[in-house]
């Protein structure tokens, strides 16, 4: 018998909407979250196209684990306790094989978020992805871009480049060895939303972004909202041993400053506040404009979708 679209989210989506904030999930019209006393709705969306951001022959567990992280991401760069997500799927076919092995993505992304897949949309075209997510934040409280103040030290989490490393692996321009291969390709594939680091920072940090785009240009996006100048010391860059064993010094300086999907926080601590575990002082807030890291390096504004 034919897949029919209900029997396809019934089979694949629909047990995945347990949560602690979840009143009504996958069924009816609208999904019901409940809030909080005293708390406000963060919301945002991410889009994924096959054959853009990711290469259109991805294993399915990880186009649907990654989707999750790169929409979670954006919670978590603004300190906001994850509720639910909502996924509409655009598929070219109900292949049960890819179904099966993306909702096995999916649920290990509900289970490490905990993001309970709480509805979506189901239709037929081109491989896309677009994954909602929404978290809770306090009334009076939020990490935004606009709050860095002269002074503040600049961390990140995580290492740098590793998204970009794999990437240039993935289209044969290095050869890792099989564990640095192994260590790149995961960071590409299965990257972690920082959530537990962004609920920490709320209220300490003065300001925060997500890297998606790369270090410089979201650090700029921080310098932009902020007023301020971001100045990087380019030697105080976390680099993973993988990344690090590429041949050109150049190059891993390269990734770790432009290349995007590494979705790690950089985020403006006030000098006094004690650092988080495992992030990195990369910098610190001056007076001026713009982001410098002391090199001249063009900094892409992220990938132009309607550049050309
Ligand atoms: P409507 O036409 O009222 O928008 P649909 O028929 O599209 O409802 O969807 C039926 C139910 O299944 C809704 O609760 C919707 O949120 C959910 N749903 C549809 N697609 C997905 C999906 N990919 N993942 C999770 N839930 C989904
Ligand atoms: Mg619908």
Redesign the pocket.
């Known amino acids: 018998m034919p897949i029919t ?2 029997s396809l ?1 019934s089979r694949y ?2 047990d ?2 347990r949560g602690a904030a979840v009143d009504l999930s ?6 019901i979250l409940r809030l909080g006393a005293g708390e406000r709705l963060a919301v945002s969306v991410d889009t994924m196209v096959a054959g853009v951001h990711f290469p259109a022959d991805s294993f399915p567990e990880d186009i649907g684990f990654r989707a999750v992280s790169a929409a979670a991401s954006d919670l978590a760069a603004m300190g906001a306790r994850p509720l639910g997500m ?4 655009t598929l070219p076919a109900a292949d049960e094989l890819w179904l099966n092995a993306f909702s096995l993505g999916l649920a290990a992304a509900v289970s490490e978020y905990r993001l309970p ?6 239709t037929r075209g081109p491989l896309a992805i677009s994954v909602q997510v929404m978290g809770a934040l306090p009334m009076d409280q939020a990490l935004l871009r606009s709050g860095a103040r002269v002074g503040d030290e600049v961390y990140v989490s995580g290492t740098l480049g590793d998204a970009a490393g794999a990437l240039a692996f993935l289209e044969d321009e290095w050869q890792p060895t099989p564990d640095h291969a192994e260590y790149l390709l995961e960071r590409f594939n299965r990257p972690q939303a920082r959530l537990a680091l962004g609920m920490e920072l709320l209220g300490r940090a003065s300001a925060a972004i997500d890297i998606s785009d790369g270090l410089l240009a979201d650090a700029g996006h921080i310098a932009a909202a902020s007023g301020v100048k971001i100045c990087i010391e380019t030697d105080l860059l976390p680099i993973s041993d993988a990344l690090a064993s590429h041949h050109s010094p150049d190059k891993v300086m390269q990734w770790a400053l432009t290349g995007g999907d590494d979705y790690e926080l950089c985020f403006c601590l006030p000098a006094d506040e004690p650092v988080p575990e495992g992030c990195s002082r990369i910098g610190r807030v001056e007076t001026g404009a713009g982001v410098d890291c002391g090199l001249s390096i063009d900094i892409p504004a992220g990938y132009q979708h309607f550049s050309g």
């Open positions: 679209e209900f989210i989506f629909s995945l909407g996958v069924g009816d019209d609208c999904a909502t996924v509409a799927l897949l709480v509805g979506g949309d189901t």
